[in-house]
């Protein structure tokens, strides 16, 4: 190697690897500046030194492309969090999901939402919006007993306040003992309002739950023994209070048949129909719910999209 190029090797070096100033490198080269600078210039020219620019932005662009081109979906979301710490990634999404509603929600819109610790957290970073006549509707039923609080009553409150309307609430359980206690119910004409309000709605807003021991609908004991082995066996999630295979399909028809609320079909015809979920926990339930084509737009995080893409290969 001739004494030129060792002396560009080493001023690559000292510059980019070693943050030396030109100055001092030209000092400890013994030579000029300017030098320094035709040194630099040249290697990078000659490819000794390469420079790579790593956009995150630009990748996630590319993972959301990939999505949504996977599932059909007009719109994915991905954020960068922090951690993958459970409470971190939904703060993340839900500052994410709050940030969309705002763009897209507008006048005579009627906003349909879910319950649980996710869409607490978009509700509470629903920024205040001047829109006329817009409505807010609870989707499903809640729980009637649970030592964890699902936000229910709050998250609805909370979307009302952020558009400037009183929220519709639907406070009956989101499952009840037998299918024509269920029908008896939904005939009511006080409740019956508020559930067609829902299928009315244009926008819904939702995330997924994961049928494991600390789910609050498995503690609830809403379930039958042989449901919940089935839910167990085949169930990879539930939106809405309602079970889904890994495909999407309702994977226990009797107990769906139990279930107070939205219809998961009805979901596909919304202008849009938010997943808002993440985490490692989720993956297989999200995956599940846009196998069914249940969303049209998902609000994630990195890891949790990257995982949904190593699923589909």
Known sequence: MSEKIEKMVE????????????QDIARLLGVSRPTVSRFLQQAKTEGIVQITIHDPQENHDRICRRLEETFGLNRVIVVSTPSHD??????????????HLYEIVKAGDTIAVTWGTTLYEV?????MKSVKDVRVVQLNGGLSYSETNTYASEIVHLFGGAFNTPPHLLPLPAIVDEPFVRRAIEADRHISKILEIGREANIAVFTVGVPTVDSVLVQAQYLRPEELETVHRAGKGDICSRFIDIDGDICNEELDARTIGIRLEELRSKEHSILVAGGIKKVEAMYAAMRGGYPNTVVTDSFTARQLLEIVG
């Open 11 to 22: 001023a690559a070096r000292l510059y980019y690897q070693m943050d030396y100033s030109q």
């Open 86 to 99: 459970d409470a971190v990634v939904k703060k993340y999404i839900g500052e994410a999901a709050a940030a």
């Open 123 to 127: 509700a509470q970073r629903l920024p």
